[in-house]
């Protein structure tokens, strides 16, 4: 079965007006964030697509409407060849949604307390009424955990463990996408290259296709196999990892590169990023960088930079070359 992901125009806003009485006493409209704006991206079948950006850029609302949690205001999302959010074929629905599962950021936090890590890990194929006999014990083994933790509890567990717990559960259901939302940021960093590399063998291993949301560059450079740049909702540079590191074309992903720490570095003066993500209910006109660049010129200003290839990537920058 296939996991090719096909993402077209992607838009997603939201309503963060007051309430009705509110804006009438204050004299105000409604107001709209724009979380997602016009984003376009392919994910081809068993390779790992990384979404990279600063808190607040629109990486888990993609994440969200990819796998069905959200509705998009505007576009696509294709899996399979299917719109999950236009198809009316339940059948269809079901057997696209049965092939995706999702890794969220905080693994206690998506772990149900009360509940034994057997029954956590075989819910998505009980709720089917599919056999669970032995499944977790397998699972866990499979993620590199003892069969015997089947019968005890989240909280007996650390961080590393827990995440192993729910890799465990996103693969019950045997999916051939997963939607990892940042699965190391709350992990000490020798756990996050074990988990990590445990992630890249099960690809391997079983056919998987990831997209990997991170704001954590030194995670994408070994995982990914193309990267997407988010700015305030918007794709602002996509290339392979070594076009990427190597020769950056747009100005944020420079600052990016620059900011992340390095093995290297030590005692290295580097100028910090300058300013911060503009108001998203109120974004800037043109290119939504160019407050903090430091090439922006007139053009960036009043036009918005269409998406074009350069080389090896593909960057959405008026100064791009």
């Not at 998009?72 to 079901?94: C, F, H």
């Not at 956590?120 to 955990?145: H, N, R």
């Not at 390095?262 to 407050?291: L, M, N, T």
């Amino acid at each position: 079965m296939s996991a090719h992901v096909v993402v077209k125009g992607l838009t997603r806003v939201f309503d963060v007006s007051k309430p009705w009485l509110n804006r009438i006493l204050e004299g105000r409209g409604k107001a709209f964030l724009t979380a997602v704006s016009e984003v376009d991206f392919d994910i081809e079948e068993r390779t790992t697509y990384a979404l990279v950006g600063e808190s607040g850029s629109g990486k888990s609302t993609i994440g969200r409407m990819l796998v069905g949690l959200l509705r998009p205001t505007d576009g696509a999302v294709e899996i399979e060849g299917v719109d999950l959010s236009t198809e009316t074929d339940v059948n269809r629905i079901a057997r696209v949604r049965s092939n995706i599962q999702m890794i969220f950021q905080d693994p206690f936090a998506s772990l149900n307390p009360r509940w034994r890590v057997r029954d956590i890990i075989v819910e998505p194929v009980a709720s089917k009424g599919g056999d669970t006999e032995g499944l977790a014990e397998k699972l866990l083994q499979q993620v590199g955990l003892h069969p015997a933790d089947a019968g005890k509890y989240p909280h007996e567990f650390s961080g590393g463990q827990r995440q192993r717990i729910c890799i465990a559960r996103a693969l019950a259901s045997e999916p051939r996408l997963i939607v990892c939302d940042e699965p190391t940021s709350a992990l000490d960093v020798s756990v996050q290259a074990q988990v990590l590399n445990l992630m890249s063998d099960l690809k391997d291993d079983l056919g998987l296709t990831y997209l990997l949301i991170t704001h954590d560059l030194t995670v994408v450079r070994h995982m990914a196999d193309r990267i997407g740049v988010l700015y305030l909702g918007r794709l602002v540079e996509e290339a392979d990892p070594q076009a990427l590191f190597e020769a950056p074309k747009h100005p944020y992903t420079r600052m990016l590169l620059d900011a992340a720490p390095q093995i290297d570095g030590f005692g290295r003066e580097v100028e910090p990023p300058k300013g911060e993500i503009p108001d998203p209910i109120d974004p800037p006109s043109g290119c939504a960088f160019h407050p903090r660049c430091p090439v922006a010129s007139d053009i960036c200003h009043m036009e918005r930079p269409l998406a074009r290839r350069i080389g090896r990537s593909v960057v959405a920058c008026h100064q791009a070359e």
